[in-house]
């Protein structure tokens, strides 16, 4: 599996489509699934043609005071994923990442970001979550 990627998992009550994590530059390949971009701004240097986007669920990032404060920072992404997780519960992350869980519940999903390092991004965060780890 390539770098930067998560694989299946499985959830309460069966088996979750698989999930996985890249960087919204990289080629789309063919097993990516539904392609849904989860940051909350357009990505530069991208455009909307290129990207073979099926959604670009913005409303489920996190908000731009905890995006600020990450800064992609490795030494905080631990803390940032406990406020992210926090973030998700209000009413319009929650509607968004029950879309996300609905679209993973239906066949692959590949959550797409443009963060250097997917391996701390939000996007790693949601397909967490989405196959069931710690704070769902």
Do not use: N
């Not at 499985?10 to 990516?32: F, H, N, P, S």
């Not at 968004?96 to 797409?112: I, M, S, Y």
């Amino acid at each position: 599996m390539a770098a930067g990627m998560t694989g299946a998992g499985t959830r309460k009550g069966g088996l979750m489509a698989q999930v996985r994590v890249r960087r919204i530059y990289d080629e789309r390949e063919g097993d990516d699934g539904q392609r849904v971009l989860v940051d909350r701004l357009w990505p530069r240097g991208i455009s909307k043609e290129k990207v073979h986007l099926d959604e670009w669920c913005k409303e489920v990032a996190p908000s731009t005071d905890l995006r600020k404060w990450y800064g992609h920072d490795p030494d905080r992404y631990e803390e940032f994923a406990r406020r992210y997780r926090a973030e998700l519960k209000d009413a319009e992350h929650a509607a968004a990442f029950g879309g996300l869980r609905e679209r993973a519940e239906h066949g692959p999903v590949t959550l797409l970001t443009a963060a250097k390092r997917s391996d701390i991004s939000e996007a790693a965060v949601l397909a967490d979550l989405l196959k069931g780890g710690a704070g769902e």
